[in-house]
């Protein structure tokens, strides 16, 4: 009995070795051909915890799977965006079906706190779209093929613990965030029919759609119990609630997709519905002591949908909502007002799903804040083809009155005076043939004194704002209003507004003056909304967001602005024309002050790529400082590293194009600018590169240079700032040329040829003395070498700006003074023959002064025949503008008092005044053209009378 226990003892101690070991070996394997599978299948870059959990124990005799940190960044046209990010991957998959390998039977999937962020492009593209295009091979038709049995798993439970859903769809205008998704389902996935029962709660659930919150942090909870039919692949809705805050519906029906066809008989049960359930959906409502609430009134909401959906082929089901109130109130008991005689009538009926057979019919909403009424109704019909619209809305709200309807948060702020008066009635199409007439709207808008402050954001401050609706436009009378420190004034009008809302692709035009005493762009633009009275430091930047230009929407601006606060720029006096167009800002005349100086800037900023804005402008910088400059703008640190070591102004002439990041700071490889740089009394010193040049040839006069005027064309392109020109600078006694094509990189690589013109009194060290000893040799021979008193010296600057590399060449400087000696040689011979050739020059010059004088007046003719045909051409043109005028004045006034007619004779007569001014110009430009070519012919002729005398002179000599 002993020796059978001390068996028994050994195979179990041998058995729960393996369950231990097993894990332990294949754990090296497992990874490896994770890693190999996801490199070989997917564009995407895959991170894990390598510490893979591989356990027989944790869920015996299941092996149990674990995999954490598990992380997905994109790559190609989303690359550096995570799309997953997860805590840990849980498994527990059957040992045996494992083994076998014919079909892997898993327990259960847990993915616990994973992060998703779920894009799609404007163009369609989808982020998750990570698997690698499938290679084309031949089919195999070996009979080992027919045979392979297809790998098969089944599923039996999954879980998502405490997820995190951001999807964003360029494309279709929508949104949607999930926060805290707790999502559990089970059911026997190897079956063909069998129910998949679930339970999802959702802490908060965001869906917005072409900017409309439809639903705004919504508590959510839902408990399904699904009907799955695979062969048929239809789902039977049996068991199941939905709660959104409060409200609680139910779904009955079915969805079946057997081919590209979705068929669905689906229809909204209300399980609890009254006016507080529905309340519930409003935030602010549904946040504060929701419980204590007190509604009445009849309630009843109901929604369905029947049919076939296939959107390629743009054929929908029909569909119908309904929501109606009747005699609802609402109040809060521990609060004195109350929302009162609530009367809604809501209707979004489609009978065949034909889309433009839709009508939206708000055919009542009324209720009583207090003592005062508010009344709104609204009919859409044939949205698509011909849209047709009723509606009207008219009341008035003292903004005040809801902090004693509703609770607010601590230190909320809310007061104003909003009063609207408005109807419209008519086919939207009218607008097409600016037949304004045939579409009835009238009315006013008018809001006074609205404060909103949250006390943790900045505050808004609308002090006035009046708005008048007539077919025609919509007439901004005035706008006053405050955010934060900033304050700014429009007015204006629009036109084709009721088109732009409710025809889709319709444009919304308009023109605004804005003007503004204080302007803090970075409280718009940065994440937190953050604001600074003055412009933050040099260094102290915000973080920026790109912006997007809105589309449908023409606006022309004139803009007039004391003060502008631009990331961490101060800009005075900002003046100019811009103009919305397609989803890009076009600047035209625009400039400000910065600096000490003036900027003035036309181009575009292009937000069609969201992802990545562009911009092109055309810069001209006036008596702007150097240093400021430098100090201020990052980019400038990095095209010009030369500009930190600079003092005093420059002028500024460039054409710049450039993409933006997200942050809309300059993506470097794509700048591309061409451009005229001229310098006014600037002063360049501790800079390294003249430093080291000063070292090697001992000449102090180059650490500290007075540049002067300097002027200095350019180009930036591939990541370098290259010269187009020679740059030749005037040091005291001294000549510096810097060549052409010299550049400097965007990571400070520098590359440039110098020549030095030198005095030999002020050269030292070395130097000096190497010249002395070849001044002496040449003195030995009898030459008189010593007579220049300048050197030549070749230098080339290359390494980086940091850490310079300096070579030069002195074999310059012997091949000067050879030149020199020749040149004093040559200067005897040519002493004798200047003496023969003076007189014979005398009287070439002569011919040729004479030549001249002859050409000069043959161009005196020439100029008063051009001035005669340009006054011809004047007289004729102002007769024409003035038989135009003259036609004008008739037309109007046979017009006589008719409205009608005298705005048609206005425009008649402007017609005809436009062209005579044409012709009119155009007999200038001939004439222009004529007196043009008879100079152009007189000095070809001076030309070739001065040739032929330079030609004898030569001949002469």
Known sequence: MKKLLFIFLILLGIFLGLIIAVPIFFKGTIVKSIKKAVNEELTATVEFDENIGLSLIRSFPNLSLQIDAIEVVNGGDSEGDTLLKMKSFQATLDIMSVL??????????VLDEPIIHARVLADGRANWDITKPADEETPDTSADSETTTPFKVSLKRYEIRNGRVEYDDLESDMSAELIGLNHSGKG?????????????EIQTLTYIREGIPYLNKVNTEMKCDIGINMPAMRFDFKENTLRLNALEIGLDGFLAMPDDNMSMDLRVISKKTS?????????????????????????ALDMNLKGVLNTELEIYPAFEVELMVENGTFNYPDLPEKLSDIQVLFRVNNADGQLDHTVVNLQKLHFLFGKEP?????????????????????????LENVENLIPLDEGTKLAGRVQADFSAKGNVSSFEGDNYEAM??????????????DGQSLPYELVNLGLAFSPKTLNLQSLIAKYGHSDFKASGEMSNYLAFLFKEGEVLTGRLDVSAGLLDCNAFLSEEGEEQVEAPAPNDTMELEAFVVPENILFDLNLNMDKVLYDNLTLNEVKGAAQIKEQVLYFNGVEMGIFGGKVTMEGTYDSKNPEQPKTAMKLGLQDVGITETFQYINTVQILAPIAEHLSG??????DLFS???????????????????????????GFQPTNALADKLQLDALKTINIGQTNISYTIQDGKVS?????????????LAVEENGYTTFDQLINYKLKLTVPKSILGGAGNSAIQRMLGEANKLGINAGVGDKLTINAHLGGTIKSPKITTSFNEIKENLENQVKEEVKKVIDEKKEEVKKKVDELAQELINKASAKGDQLIEEARKKADMLKAEAEKQGNALKAEADKQAAELLKQAGSNPIKKLAAEKAGDKLKQEAKLKADMLNAEAEKKGNALIKEAEDQKAKLIADAQAEKNKRN
């Open 649 to 654: 102004s420059m002028n500024l002439s460039t």
């Open 440 to 453: 009835n709207a009238s009315g006013f808008l008018n809001v006074q004194n609205l404060v909103y402050s």
């Open 188 to 200: 026997d996935f190897s079956q063909d029919d069998f129910i998949l029962e679930t339970l999802t």
């Open 275 to 299: 006016l507080k359930e529905i309340l519930s959906l409003v935030p602010s409502i549904y946040t504060h002591d929701f419980t204590n609430v007190q509604t009445s009134g009849n309630t």
């Open 100 to 109: 076998k390998g014919d079909e892997i039977h898993i327990r259960s999937i």
């Open 659 to 685: 993409l933006l990041n997200k942050d809309m700071t300059p993506v470097l490889s794509s700048i591309s600018s061409s451009g005229f740089l001229k310098t006014a009394e600037a002063v360049l010193s």
């Open 723 to 735: 010269l187009k020109n020679p740059v030749n600078l005037k040091l005291n006694d001294m000549l």
């Open 374 to 398: 508010f009344d709104m109704r609204l009919l859409l019909t044939k949205p698509l083809s011909q849209p047709y619209v009723e509606m009207a809305a008219r009341g008035l709200v003292m």
